[in-house]
């Protein structure tokens, strides 16, 4: 059903005249237990929503709305292996990867848990192998480095992973990403990189994306350059991937292919052997503690309340916003160096999945959906774009996520960290009134006119709406938890919205016509096959090259 069909939705818009002149200090003022009633303490982490422009009734009537759109029933459909992606007509089950218990999961009636716990076993095997030089290369050499090579879901989840991971590096290996198909990428890796001591990862579950071969091609060339022979492709090279024929066709063996299967979306499958750099980088039992931690938020996930449950508040927060606000931007803001890519992963998994304009059965949506996810670490962001979410015009409703315990606890770093981190929430929420300014500019030396000329430009309305993740210790379980905590986040906001939150066919006409245009470029002749504007860029470029 369309969200605006739902009774919860004609609520919510009137609840929401009723919220739109309300500041959050007045909402503190009159609760003094609104940071309790307003988080969740969870295993390691702390939840804290109370920053946010919601009162008690707010919450009612969002969840009022995740109940009408059968989240329940939803929730379950997805985690027993319905066929939940429609226009694709396959399942969604990448939490069956990450099941740590005992209970079957079945796929079209047959338990999928054997074959999982058979790629996990061949994933540890090799992760060992490589590790103790059993596995090496051609002149049986251990392996000193390996190189990812995919894009989207087969790079951005494995290398922010790898990112946030380093402190637990096992240092048997380095890792590397090429995922770009400007030269520049590869080159640069290779550079510095010795043939005779590489592996490379093809990773691509449809080992057909044009950025990923042209690039595994360039290595598959720079490999043998070296030296080597066609025979040696299959000891230093490896696939993660759906399709055995077109691995087989590469040059790497069906032994040395990891599958997976087509119920994993690329943006879900860094817990499937597309999570092999990852045991490769931390060891296997690393990646297991990321799997265990997974499971627990999943366990989470379906069984507790919603009033209580960290992803469903999230998602209807986010719908609040989105919907009736009509914020349309969302900043994710995490204060540790290890997640720099954080906000990069996260913009594939909640745009790739929600970024859809027709609802399940293909009729026009008369709501937004999916905002803009974007962000970077603090405390740099605030040296960079905390003026705009400050002072700017707009509102832009923001997740700041740190750890409790530094994993670098070097002198008073942490401390400063955290008081920026608390700081900023503190200041996007409280602002600075009129009053506050004066009392402040007044005890310098400057005149009332002085005062008066500048009250303006210092004044912060304050009123910006936040989540804070605190979070005991960045760790593979915690950073597991993490991951699929915004998984679900996105599929609860898929599901109100009525859109399929796992197929992707907004890129394909851009693949399509690249494709197309290819052959275009380098021609002597003049090209006429596109718009004005596409046909004198392309013939620009050719006169000039
Ligand atoms: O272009 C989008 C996409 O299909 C993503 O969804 C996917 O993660 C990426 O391309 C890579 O696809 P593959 O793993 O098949 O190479």
Redesign the pocket.
Known sequence: MLMSKTESYGKLKEHFNSMNNVHLRELFADDVNRFERFSVIWEQFLFDYSKNLVTNETLRLLLGLAHESNLSEKIEAQFKGEKINNTENRAVLHTALRNRGNEEVYFEGKDIMPGIRKVLEQMEQFTQDVHNGKFCSYTNIRFTDVVNI???????GPKMVCNALKKYSSGKVNIHFVSNVDATDIEETLRKLNPETTLFII???????W??LTNANTAKAWFLKSGASTADIAKHFVAL???HKACNQFGIPSENMFEFWDWV???Y?LWSA?GLPISLYVGFENFEKLLAGAYKMDSHFRNTPFERNIPVLMAVIGIWYMNFWGFDSHAVIPYDQYLERFSEFLQ?LDM?SNGKRVSRDGKMLDYSTGPVIWGTIGTNSQHSFFQLLHQGTGTIPADFIAFAQSLNPTDEHHNILMSNFFAQTEAMMMGKNADEVKLELSSGNMTESEIEKLLSHKLFPGNKPTNTLLIDKLTPETLGMLIAMYEHKVFVQGVIWDVNSYD?WG??LG?QLAKSIYPELNHKIKIKSHDGSTNGLINYYNSIR
């Open positions: 995919g894009i989207g879901g087969s790079d951005l990773a691509s579950k449809t080992f057909t994306t950025e990923t991937s759906t399709n979306g690329g943006r499958s597309i594939q790739e992707q890129v394909e693949k």
